[in-house]
């Protein structure tokens, strides 16, 4: 397999084939994120990742999953991402699930025949980075996608047969902002009721643009204690109807929390609450990372 600067993935995709189909990020502007700063966006070519798809069929008994790099393959037309799809369903028969990083924008920008077309080849899962459901947050860290965008990208993904894992990060607003943070987040998850919600907590390189905010003291980060009672605040305004798998155990938390909503919600705001008086169930920085 070739790969172009550094790969990521989500965590509960560790043991997949990870496909470069795209290299970097077509927006690449959000100033929390030190992803895809080491590339240019291009879109590979098409005998390439066939190529390396074709190297793993012959190096590997049993490929179950397959996700596709880089940072929203779903940029791609149909015309780009049906015969990967196809080579994959008639060279891997064995696989059971192609998935992909989606920025909501692609989503928006296909027609609805179109994302049913990728759902028929395989493509079914998405992973989707909204990282809050306040407009004044995205504006602030330059998402370029809106609170309506983002809900509205989720639910027509979800009405073609996507099942999306959407993505928050606790600590993005800072002690001025946590309180909106966390309740337009709950909220908007209540509005699009995803398949599954990741909660990471804000980690900072010192290279990237929201570093230069907390230098200055324009962006105050909030203490461990704060990150708990931000969470505990979002999870008592969440309201889904729907099974939600909820998950706060990404290397970056303090407090590894992991259930499914509504049925687990009350159980994990009391560990919540519980962390609030015993600091020492949170995770020390030391262990922290990304």
């Known amino acids: 397999m070739r790969y172009e600067g550094n790969i990521f993935r989500p965590p509960s995709e560790a043991y997949s084939l990870l496909v470069q189909v795209t290299v970097g990020c077509t927006h690449n502007k959000c100033t929390f994120c030190s992803m895809y700063k080491d590339k240019q966006f291009h879109i590979r070519k098409l005998e390439e990742v066939l190529e390396d798809l074709d190297w793993a069929r012959k190096h590997y ?35 059971e699930r192609v998935t992909s990083y989606a920025r909501v924008s692609d989503i928006l920008h296909k027609s609805e025949e179109d994302l049913k077309e990728l759902w028929d080849l395989g493509l079914t899962m998405l992973y989707i980075g909204a990282e809050s459901g306040s407009d004044a947050v995205l504006t602030a860290i330059c998402k370029g996608e809106s609170r309506r965008e983002i809900i509205d990208g989720v639910r027509k993904a979800q009405d073609c047969g996507f099942m ?12 001025a902002g946590w309180e909106d943070h ?8 209540n509005e699009m009721e995803p398949d599954y919600v990741g909660l990471l907590t804000l980690m900072i390189d010192p290279e990237v643009p929201i570093a230069e905010e907390i230098r200055t003291g324009r962006l105050e980060l909030l203490s461990p204690e704060e990150v708990v009672a931000e969470t505990l605040l979002m999870l008592e305004n969440i309201d889904v109807k729907r099974p939600c798998v909820f998950r706060s155990n990404h290397a970056s938390n303090y407090l590894s929390l992991a259930g499914t909503l509504p049925g687990d919600r009350d159980r994990l705001i009391g560990i919540l609450r519980e962390a609030m008086e015993d600091q020492g169930m949170l995770k020390d920085e030391r262990f922290r990372a990304l």
């Open 61 to 95: 008994r049993q490929v179950r999953r397959i996700f596709l790099c880089d940072g929203d393959a779903l940029a791609l037309k149909n015309t780009k991402l049906r015969p990967i799809l196809e080579y994959i369903r008639d060279n891997f028969p064995e696989c």
């Open 164 to 175: 999306i894992s959407v993505t928050f990060i606790s600590g993005l607003a800072g002690k």
């Open 182 to 189: 966390a309740v337009q987040t709950a909220t908007m998850i």
